[in-house]
């Protein structure tokens, strides 16, 4: 994949927020981004763990810039898996549904007696994108689990996710709403990824992820393109392995050397994949930005 340079005023921001973790969808003609925040009272990216939220801002372009419209996932009673945080948004339509699968946690889950909260896999649903969202009561992975990404193929919902070591699991349901059942439980066992996407493509199964320590594409948190051609059971690099680096290239002629670069998302429009959506974070402030393809990658 190769990429047009972007306005410096596009993307989602927010001042006085950490903005991370885009996810973008397009509804008739405007494009729906949905996106973490928490307030920017400490360093990036301390306090997201207990304050993040999901929100929706909108544009009528998808470069941008997005305008917020609403706190989607907030916090909400303690009595539920997700009381405290929200975090990680990836929307998909699956049949009739506009469904956001997120990570959430409440302060009665901390991990093996630290002070770090178990973060879980759920989701909300809504017949429109502006809502209302019933979110699920439960969560549908019952261990740390994070990163979530979602595939619809031939009928069923694969879901990938990461625990706190970056150990990837792939799952299978008849539905969003689970249950699923684990199909492969160390998908890549060679070195460490997170930050997932999933796509189709010639009946292959194709990843986007963040390559944590360098161990594909030799340069630590690149952007790396896996596949499998069993549905999921074995992964192979891409022969074009690297998806993108730090830079980020401005149409002021300008190059940004991104401090960190991380949680790659794709927007899918008519059959094409047309952007790539990363969050940016350049030592001062944070936003999430989409880039365009120089020619769009025809999936279906």
Known sequence: MTFEPVPEESGFRMDGYWIWCGSVIRVDSIYHMFASRWVKDKMFPENYRQNS?????????????YTFQEV????????????????NPTIHKIGDEYVLFYIGSDYSTLLHGTKNLIRRVGYAASKEITGPWVRSDKP???SESNNPAVLESDDKIILIYRDEKLRVFLTES?????PFKMKNDNVWPYNKIEDFCLFEFNGQIHMICEDNEGGISGQERWGV???SDNGGLKWFPDKSVVVYNHKLAFTDNTILNCTRRERP???????EITHLVTAIFDGKDSWSQLVKLNKPIKIK
């Open 72 to 87: 989607v996932i907030g916090e909400r009673d303690s009595s539920f898996w997700d009381s405290n945080m929200s975090h």
């Open 225 to 227: 393109h896996l596949f």
């Open 53 to 65: 939220e999901i929100v929706r801002a909108v544009s009528g372009s998808p470069l941008g810039p």
């Open 140 to 142: 549908l992975i019952d």
């Open 174 to 178: 008849d539905s969003y709403r689970g």
């Open 265 to 271: 998302q794709l927007l899918i429009e008519n059959g």
